[in-house]
């Protein structure tokens, strides 16, 4: 079977993988190419500027470097996979059973358990 995303130019494969990571978070956000683009363009990064401003009301719940950090490696989960794969990312687990923690807390990370992350939580 031929995949339509494989000859897409190396831009729309990094824009699909984002797409398929905010799936693969419980995230309901879809990156067109003008979007894209338009995000590409800013000097603090796709993912940053996009939670800054389209979804700045996570940044009451979450530390934006968190938010990018999830983000940023699903988007490289799901590339590698489309890459070796040659075909769409495979689901994953849903993230809404599942805890997250930011990368900079782990080696300090206590007893205590991290707040559990669910899409609806998104939205408080």
Known sequence: MHNALLDNAPADQARHAYNAAFEELGLTWHWDAATYARLQASTHGAVRTYL????????????????????????????????????????????ANHSLTPASNRATQNTTPAPRFTPSALYT
Do not use: G
């Open 52 to 95: 800054e401003t389209e979804q700045s009301h996570l940044l009451r719940a979450y530390e934006a470097d968190f938010l990018v950090e999830a983000i940023e490696a699903a988007k490289a989960r799901c590339h590698a996979s489309m890459a070796t794969n040659r075909v769409s990312p495979v689901p994953y687990a849903s993230w």
